[in-house]
């Protein structure tokens, strides 16, 4: 079973950030468009998990603002009143509180790609705690790492300043980990006891005191694309170069194939009409749909989508979008939106009226251009999307 909780720690300063957290926490530093934590809040959503536990601290009142306007997953906010001189273990302790459900704990200075949030979730974790690792610990990295027998079991774990021999072999450790709920009681109690003697330490310190008693497997994550930031160099390093941004700043025009794309909602057969006689007369296609791509969902272009049917195209014009990437609520008090009914209801053809989901796409519309006679020419080739 697949987990359904998540608790993202989001109360540090990020006093290595500066001055760009001068004003807001780093987990509300952008990425493609939207902070980030906005960003993997919608990733868990998108892959089932309806409960997120944030711990806010510094600059709380922006955080939780931003929190306020995401719709489709139920977010608890705590605050950490005394986060300037905790490490994270209180955080922690207070972000696990009234948790009695296995969960993903997730650093809020990460981003990751779709799918690494879809296997962090899956259900090949069910009944573990899993502590996810990034490949083999090196000279030039220091930190948490993790040394695990050859079916994965973890046999120790530690807090280290350099690089020495004696640790060749371990895995480096990430912000992410999961807890199977078996192991909640006593991992809560234990950073209770911790953190009554000092909040300055990582919520490491009592799991890798307590290994007998907290038994834990280690998973490597390296093979998919996420990074963590913890300096102004890393997050502009991060902004620059790595290849899985391109995805959240700009996706192209596609041509989509008209009969795998299915409706969110109703449209007005009047606008349909007076649309097809105006792109006939411009003898032009100027503006893409927006598909969501996973399910290959029209979340903007409803009337569009049946001009090109009415005209016989095969192709339509296309922007693709991650769901998780796109801001979304509904128009209509009685009417409930959320990443997961409006998936489930387009794919099953019970769609909402006209006029109920509206979106928000952080990354602009781009205008196209392709002539009608073009967009004829293509009803018996084959281009993305079959």
Avoid at 109 to 129: E, G, N, R
Avoid at 376 to 386: A, P, T
Wanted: with cysteine.
């Amino acid at each position: 079973m697949s987990t359904e909780t998540a608790v993202i720690l989001a109360a540090g300063k990020g006093e290595r950030m500066m001055p760009l957290t001068k004003n807001q926490p780093k987990c509300m530093v952008d990425f493609g468009g939207i902070p980030v934590i906005t960003k993997v809040i919608y990733q868990l959503a998108f892959c089932g998990v309806k409960n997120i536990v944030v711990v806010v601290g510094y600059q709380k009142d922006t955080v939780i603002s931003e929190l306020r306007r995401i719709r489709g997953v139920n977010i608890d906010i705590i605050e950490n009143d005394r986060f300037a001189e905790d490490t994270n273990i209180l955080s922690l302790y207070l972000g696990i509180n009234r948790i009695t459900k296995s969960f993903i704990l997730i650093e809020a200075d990460t981003v990751f790609d779709d799918d690494l949030i879809a296997h962090l979730t899956s259900d090949i974790f069910d009944k573990k705690s899993v502590w996810f690792t990034n490949g083999l610990f090196n000279e030039q990295q220091y930190g948490g790492i993790l040394k695990s027998d050859s079916e994965g079991n973890v046999l120790d774990i530690r807090i280290v300043t350099d690089f020495q021999e004696q640790y060749r072999g371990y895995q480096k450790l990430t912000g992410v980990m999961r807890v199977d709920e078996r192991q909640i009681e006593t991992f809560r109690a234990l950073l209770k006891q911790y953190a009554a003697n000092t909040i300055r330490q990582y919520y490491l310190v009592p799991w890798i005191q307590n290994l007998p008693s907290l038994p834990a497997i280690g998973a490597d994550i390296s093979a998919f694309s996420f990074a963590t930031f913890n300096k102004m160099e890393e997050y502009q390093d991060i902004i620059r170069h790595r290849t899985f941004l391109s995805e959240y700043q700009s996706n192209g025009i596609h041509l989509i194939s008209v009969d795998k794309l299915k409706h969110i909602e109703g449209f007005s057969s009047k606008k349909v009409e007076n649309l097809t006689r105006k792109i006939l007369q411009d003898g032009r296609w100027t503006r893409p749909i927006c598909v969501e791509k996973n399910h290959w969902l029209v979340l903007d272009g409803q009337h569009r989508l049946e001009v090109a049917k009415h005209m016989g195209f095969k192709y339509i014009p296309s922007m693709l979008f991650n769901y998780c990437d796109v801001k979304f609520w509904s128009l209509r008090d009685n009417h409930e939106v959320s990443i997961g009914l409006v998936c489930e209801k387009a794919l099953s053809g019970d769609i909402y009226p006209y006029k109920t989901v509206k979106h928000d796409f952080v990354i602009p519309i781009q205008p196209c251009d392709f002539r009608i006679s073009e967009l004829e020419s293509f009803k018996d080739c084959k281009i993305n999307g079959d």
